[in-house]
């Protein structure tokens, strides 16, 4: 064998070896890249399932702060409501000792209503009877009314109590009233005159074609007569009454004496 052939064939060897080796080192380059690639892959997964349960745990977080917001707002609002409500209940609790304060002594209220009411019944008599005269019959004619309520055994007591209470307001109503009617004259029979009604302090009457009148003087249990200018505010003071004239002053005698003290029976004059 010649020296030329024996290189050929050692050049042959080096190029199968070499062809081998490039062979073999881009196998093994292929095979890091798809690791490489695979790891990548992986990691960009793992990435994602981290950035997932970032989001899910900003969302829940951001509910929170939403739910502790509303939680907040509801306390204020509980709080707000409680102080606005305190005054109330303390006013019911104070209601509620009352009434039961007025449910233990309820049985002597009872016992104690029934002379009550004829007390009140008697005094209201009285206090008609002495008052001016003014519509009598039909006061007394009240009180007789509640004195026969007051014998009525079926009548429940609280319905007794609102008819005597209802005709003391009347009366009291009496003397803060203006008034003016048509009837006949206190002490004259077959004489029909017209009234006028200050209060409790001034009763009058004036004849229907305006010529006589008079004041009630109490001392005096009787009337005594008015001069002209008198009639004149009388008849001024019964269209007020009547709502006919713009309500002023009236320059009138008074029917009880006004002092200081107090009012008295007036001084005939």
């Not at 005269?133 to 009240?142: I, K, S, T």
Request: net charge negative.
């Amino acid at each position: 064998m010649s020296a030329s052939y024996m290189k050929q064939g050692l050049l042959r060897r080096s190029c199968r070896l070499s062809v081998v080796m490039l062979l073999m080192g881009a196998c093994t380059l292929a095979l890091a890249q798809n690791d490489v690639r695979e790891e990548s892959i992986e990691a960009q997964r793992e990435q994602a399932e981290l950035q997932e349960k970032i989001d899910a745990a900003d969302e829940a977080t951001r509910e929170a702060l939403r739910e502790l917001r509303a939680a907040e707002r509801e306390a204020n609002r509980l709080r707000a409501y409680n102080a606005e409500l305190a005054p109330l209940v303390e006013r019911q609790s104070d209601a509620i000792v009352q009434r039961e304060q007025a449910l233990s002594t309820l049985s002597e209220t009872r016992e104690a209503l029934p002379v009550l009411m004829r007390d009140m019944v008697d005094r209201l008599r009285r206090w008609v009877e002495a008052d001016l005269p003014f519509l009598q019959e039909e006061r007394l004619a009240r009180v007789d009314e509640l004195e026969n309520m007051l014998a009525d055994a079926e009548m429940s007591a609280s319905d007794k109590l609102d008819r005597v209470l209802a005709a003391w307001r009347t009366e009291l109503d009496y003397g803060r009233e203006m008034d003016a009617w048509r009837g006949q004259l206190v002490g004259a029979e077959n004489r029909e005159v017209d009234y006028l009604r200050l209060g409790r302090v001034g009763w009058y009457y004036v004849a229907p074609d305006g010529s006589k009148g008079g004041v009630w003087k109490s001392r005096a249990n009787q009337w005594q007569s008015l001069n002209d200018e008198q009639l004149a505010e009388v008849r001024k003071g019964i269209r007020i009454a009547r709502e006919q004239r713009a309500p002023e002053l009236l320059a009138l005698p008074t029917s009880i004496e006004v002092s200081v003290s107090g009012p008295q029976k007036e001084e005939t004059s």
